[in-house]
């Protein structure tokens, strides 16, 4: 099946500073979500980007579908972006399911 | 916005119970999905359903089953409950081609 790979696992931020997330997958998608785990266990919908770059207010992230990437943007990090961030792609060829990476966790200190 | 509930947050069971985890969606979704998250090991599909009364197997079906007989409702059966059961519990929704939504998630345990 695909493989996903996210890096980093683990990243420890001052508050206001800027990350990069990168999720590496194996094979073509014709959907890549980006996520964002709360403490509370919910998974929070960031982006649904198979390809393209997209912003939302602090948030952007890019996919170069042919080179096999995506990259999630933070900038001005605040203590509330703390959790974990998965990529989850549904390869091309099997519409539905979502296979997810190992997920960065991301803290934010004050 | 795309609501997708599930029936409980938190859930004590016994081994050997009959185990049913309800999820519902309120947007006329095709897929819905079934997922399991063990630290270590990610988030896994258990099952899928692409219509009513429709099923398929995910990664990990085993000691699970699935019942979708309304279009909104997709339900998750641990026949006989077990202490490897123990985790969390994610249900998904989404059109053919588009982004699932998940709900909060159950936290199961069996003792």
């Known amino acids: 099946g695909i493989q996903v790979e996210q890096s980093p696992p683990d990243l420890i931020l001052q508050e206001g500073a800027n990350s990069t997330l990168r999720c590496n997958f194996s094979d073509s998608v014709n959907n890549l979500q980006w996520f964002h785990q709360n403490p509370w266990g919910q998974l929070i919908n960031l982006f649904y980007?198979?390809?393209g770059t997209k912003q939302n207010g602090r948030l952007s992230a890019t996919t170069v579908a042919t080179e096999r990437y995506s990259l999630l943007y933070i900038s001005s990090s605040q203590t509330t972006d703390s959790g974990v961030y998965f990529c989850?792609?549904?390869?091309?060829?099997?519409?539905?399911?979502?296979?997810f990476g190992s997920g960065t966790q991301l803290t934010v200190l004050p | 916005d795309v609501k997708v509930t599930q029936s409980s947050r938190y859930l004590v069971k016994r081994t050997g119970e009959k185990v049913f985890l309800e999820c519902v969606q309120d947007m006329d979704h095709e897929n819905m999905f079934w997922y399991r998250q063990d630290p270590g090991l990610g988030l896994r599909l258990i099952y899928f359903?692409?219509?009513?009364?429709?099923?398929e197997k995910g990664d990990i079906p085993e000691g699970y089953s699935v019942s979708r007989e309304k279009k909104e409702r997709f339900s998750l059966i641990l026949e006989s409950a077990s202490t490897n059961q123990t985790s969390m519990y994610l249900c998904?929704?989404?059109?053919?081609?588009?982004?699932?939504?998940f709900g909060d998630g159950t936290r199961l345990s069996i003792l």
């Open positions: 998904a929704s989404s059109l053919i081609y588009q982004p699932q939504h």
């Open positions: 359903s692409y219509d009513v009364k429709m099923k």
């Open positions: 989850a792609v549904a390869y091309a060829g099997s519409a539905r399911q979502l296979t």
């Open positions: 980007i198979p390809s």
